[in-house]
C-alpha cells in the first residue's frame, strides 16, 4: 500500500511538471492559472479596498514608471522565447500605498502594490528596479501557483489531488486562502520560500537589466536592505536567505548577467 501511494505521487508529480522562466528549474503545478489568477484578484481588490493610496505624486510616478518597463521587459522575453500566450496572464497595475512598512509584493497577474516605506531606502530608479524586478520574477515564475500545488499535495494527498483541484474547488479556494492571506489588511503576501526568495532575485536582476537598469545597483539596494533590518533571526529559520547570501549570490550572477542581458 506505501509503495502504491508513493508511486501515486510520483505520477502526479511527473504529470504536473512545469518549468520556470529563464531559470528552467522544474516545479509542481497543478493548479491551473485561472484559478490562481481569481483568487489572487479576490485578495488584491480586497486590499485596496483597505488601503490608502499614497499622496506622493513623484514617487508614485517612479513606481508606474519603472513598473511598465520591467513589465514591458517581462513581456518582450516570454514573446522572444515561445510563450506569447503566457502574456494574457498578465493585466498590469502599480500603486503606492501609504505605509512605513518596507515592503512590495506582486500578485499573479501583475497586480503591484509598493510600500512608501521602502521609498525610503530606494535613491534611483535602479534601485526601485531591484525591487520592482523581484517582485515581478515572483510572478514570471509562478511561485504561488506553485506553493499552492504544494499544499494540495500536502494537505489532500495524491489520491485526492485531482478532486481537490478540479474547477473551483472549495479546498483549492482555502489554500488560496492562506497563501494570500485574505482579509488581511496588510501582509498579503505570505512569505515565499528561499528558494523562491533566491530564484526571484536571480529572475529580478535579468528583467531589471533587460529594462535598462544598472544591475549593480541591486548590491547596494540590499546593501541598505541589511542596514535597515532588525531581523536576528538564523537563516535556517527564516523563509528568506540572510542579507549576506542574498548580496553574496547576486555579486555571483552579476558578471554572467551583465554580459548575457545588458544593452
Not at 497543478?30 to 486590499?47: G, H, K, P, R, W
Amino acid at each position: 500500500m506505501k509503495q502504491f501511494i508513493y508511486t501515486l505521487i510520483a505520477a502526479v508529480m511527473l504529470s504536473a511538471c512545469s518549468s520556470v522562466p529563464i531559470t528552467g528549474r522544474k516545479q509542481l503545478n497543478l493548479v491551473n492559472d485561472s484559478e490562481v489568477l481569481q483568487s489572487s484578484l479576490t485578495s488584491y481588490t480586497s486590499f485596496m479596498k483597505t488601503a490608502t493610496v499614497s499622496t506622493q505624486k513623484t514617487q508614485s510616478t517612479q513606481v508606474t514608471r519603472v513598473g511598465k518597463k520591467i513589465a514591458a521587459a517581462t513581456e518582450a522575453y516570454l514573446r522572444s522565447n515561445g510563450m506569447e500566450s503566457e502574456i494574457s496572464n498578465f493585466a498590469w497595475e502599480f500603486n503606492l500605498v501609504k505605509s512605513d512598512e518596507v515592503n512590495a509584493w506582486c500578485m499573479p497577474g501583475g497586480k503591484i502594490v509598493v510600500y512608501e516605506g521602502i521609498m525610503n531606502l530606494v535613491s534611483s530608479d535602479d534601485e526601485l528596479a531591484v525591487v520592482m524586478g523581484h517582485e515581478v520574477a515572483h510572478a514570471l515564475a509562478k511561485h504561488s501557483n506553485e506553493r499552492m500545488s504544494q499544499q494540495v499535495l500536502a494537505q489532500y494527498g495524491a489520491a485526492a489531488v485531482s478532486v481537490a483541484t478540479s474547477g473551483k474547488s472549495y479546498a483549492t479556494q482555502q489554500i488560496a486562502q492562506q497563501v494570500y492571506g485574505l482579509g488581511a489588511q496588510y501582509g498579503v503576501m505570505q512569505p515565499f520560500s528561499r528558494k523562491h526568495e533566491s530564484e526571484a532575485d536571480q529572475i529580478g536582476l535579468i528583467l531589471m537589466t533587460m529594462a535598462g537598469y544598472n544591475p549593480d545597483s541591486a548590491v547596494t539596494f540590499w546593501q541598505k536592505m541589511a542596514a535597515n533590518s532588525s531581523n536576528s533571526t538564523p537563516e535556517f529559520l527564516s523563509s528568506h536567505p540572510s542579507h549576506s547570501t542574498r548580496i553574496a549570490d547576486i555579486k555571483k550572477w552579476l558578471p554572467d548577467v551583465k554580459s548575457k542581458y545588458a544593452k
